[in-house]
């Protein structure tokens, strides 16, 4: 078995933590990386080796933040977008963050998604946390599983996890973030969400290219 460079595991790592981050909702851990011009460095990284689409996308990322005057404003205006498309507006929000939302339309919170990432933690021996208010199936939550199976599944040579890690992303990730994609891609208010989304997804798909990401 060939590893992956140590550089690629980290700058993966690195890459899907940070996405994590951002569908948590803005803070200031985030404007401040935002502030230090770091939060896009792992994507950068991984321009190497991920096919982005479009090419330049990270250039549009970095195009929304700097159309803002200044950090603060772009994080002020963010939290604003953030309340109003994932968690309240009037005439119902545009992209719920929860895959259950997804799983046939006008579905609810709590569908099979989300018994689905129940069993899968139970079975790796996690629990979420009990201050966690959120179901299990959240997008944020799935990227950190995701981060645990890869991370630990690397650090060991343990080919169930990293098994699990590839399918995890092709059979739940992607179809269901493909759709959320398309919910953003046409709220012109999303369109930072929107391009992080699309930049998850090529990663996750770079992931998913190989039988399992141990091996070349």
């Known amino acids: 078995m060939i590893s992956f ?8 790592l690195a890459a899907i933590k940070s996405v994590c981050r951002i569908f948590w909702g803005p803070d200031d851990r985030f404007c401040e990386s935002v502030q230090k011009g770091s939060f896009l460095i ?11 689409s479009p090419p330049d ?8 933040v700097d159309h803002h005057a ?13 309340v ?22 006008n579905a609810q919170l709590m569908g099979v998604a989300a018994g689905d990432m129940q069993k899968r933690f139970e079975s790796k021996g996690l629990a979420l946390a009990e201050s966690m208010n959120e179901p299990p199936d959240h997008l944020s939550i799935e990227l950190e599983y995701l981060y645990f199976l890869l991370e630990t ?9 990293l098994d699990e890690a590839v399918s995890f992303t092709a059979d739940n990730l992607i179809p269901w973030l493909t759709q959320f994609y398309d919910k953003l891609a046409v709220e012109a208010a999303g369109r930072f969400y ?21 091996t070349q």
């Open 5 to 12: 460079p140590e550089r690629q595991h980290q700058t993966l």
């Open 42 to 52: 792992p994507f950068e990284a991984l321009s190497t080796w991920v096919a982005y």
């Open 153 to 161: 599944g690397w650090a060991g040579e343990n080919l169930e996890f």
């Open 194 to 214: 929107a391009l992080i989304t699309s930049l998850l997804i090529s990663i996750l798909k770079f992931i998913t290219a190989k039988k399992n990401p141990a």
């Open 84 to 105: 109003r498309l994932f968690i309240s507006t009037r005439g119902g929000i545009a992209a719920p963050l929860y895959q259950s939302c997804y799983e046939y339309e």
């Open 57 to 64: 996308i990270i250039d549009k990322i970095r195009d929304v």
């Open 70 to 82: 200044d950090v603060p404003s772009f994080c002020s205006d963010l939290e604003e977008i953030y």
